[in-house]
Nanobody, 122 residues
Framework: QVQLVESGGGLVQAGGSLRLSCAAS????????MGWYRQAPGKQRELVAT????????TYADSVKGRFTISRDNANNTVYLQMNSLKPEDTAVYYC???????????????WGQGTQVTVSS
């Protein structure tokens, strides 16, 4: 089993910054990709940013490009999301998601963190 634990959420004023972290533990053979997603009240969960574990290729939602940066620490199975110039519309519960193989022969599965609240006041 794989567990993801997030940290770093909180309350910040518009224009401020936060850094989210997500650490994976458990039986992990390979992490194929890592990502951050968010869900605001009354809205569907949306992709914020992703990063591959090998080539470090990143993707970002248009709404966060230039403000958010995703990075990873493969040695510690950790992914980060640096959020700058935060806006009230960034308010949401942020979830990390990993695509993981627990053995060489296992199929890839997606695992999710429990979510961390980010609130940006105007």
């Amino acid at each position: 089993q794989v567990q993801l634990v997030e940290s770093g959420g909180g309350l910040v004023q518009a224009g401020g910054s936060l850094r989210l972290s997500c650490a994976a533990s458990g039986i992990i053979f390979r992490i194929n990709a890592m990502g951050w997603y968010r869900q605001a009240p009354g809205k569907q969960r949306e992709l914020v940013a992703t990063i591959t574990s090998t080539s470090s290729t990143t993707t970002y939602a248009d709404s966060v490009k230039g403000r958010f940066t995703i990075s990873r620490d493969n040695a510690n199975n950790t992914v980060y999301l640096q959020m700058n110039s935060l806006k009230p519309e960034d308010t949401a519960v942020y979830y990390c998601g990993y695509t993981v193989q627990i053995s060489r022969w296992a199929v890839r599965r997606d695992y999710w963190g429990q979510g961390t609240q980010v609130t940006v006041s105007s």
